[in-house]
């Protein structure tokens, strides 16, 4: 393949990511919009005690999935925050399973919320909250990675899917 389209060496130019806005503020930010929305407007989802049941059990997972993919970063020596230059392309623990754990526990943990507390406004905000961490972030930081580390990242983000 072309080198100039993918080079081999590691290209330490970027600072960092350029993403929109910091992932956890994205969905704390969809949240409280949900939550506001349904106090305003409440719109309930229905069900009993499995809805709930279910909301607390996708919020700890999602809590749990997260913390897994920070606790990999950590081990890693770098940056949660995108923000920050990358050092390494994470390839241990669960980022054998998904390029993006952090994003799909904070997911569940909004889809959980929305559960618990029988708001279809938080379910129904997940649609833009998805489109704005897919175009306004992961993009942003699949392009940033491919830049900074070349066919290393390619290789995992060819061997590893985005989600689970």
Same mark, same amino acid.
């Given at each position: ?32 919009? &949900? %939550? ?8 309930? *989802? !229905? ?5 709930? #049941?279910? $909301? +607390? =059990? ?29 050092s390494?392309?994470?390839?241990? &623990? %669960? ?6 754990p952090?994003? *799909? !526990? ?5 889809? #959980?919320? $929305? +559960? =618990? ?42 061997s ?5």
């Open positions: 393949m072309n080198e100039e389209i993918m080079p081999e060496a590691k290209d330490k130019t970027a600072v960092s990511a350029n993403v929109i806005a910091f992932p956890p503020r994205i969905y704390l930010t969809a949240m409280i919009i &949900g %939550i506001l929305l349904n106090i305003l407007w409440p719109v309930t *989802v !229905g069900g009993g005690y499995w809805r709930a #049941g279910i $909301g +607390l =059990l996708l919020i700890g997972l999602g809590v749990f999935i997260s913390a897994s993919g920070a606790r990999e970063f950590g081990r890693r020596e770098t940056a949660v925050n995108p923000y920050y230059p990358a390494a392309v994470v390839q241990s &623990g %669960i980022y054998r399973y998904s390029r993006n952090m994003y *799909v !526990g904070l997911t569940a943990v909004l889809l #959980g919320v $929305g +559960l =618990l507390i029988n708001s279809l406004w938080s379910l129904l905000i997940l649609i833009p909250t998805l489109l704005i961490i897919y175009f306004g972030v992961i993009l942003r930081e699949e392009a940033y990675m491919e830049k900074m580390f070349g066919q290393e990242y390619l290789a995992y983000k060819k590893v899917r985005r989600w689970f």
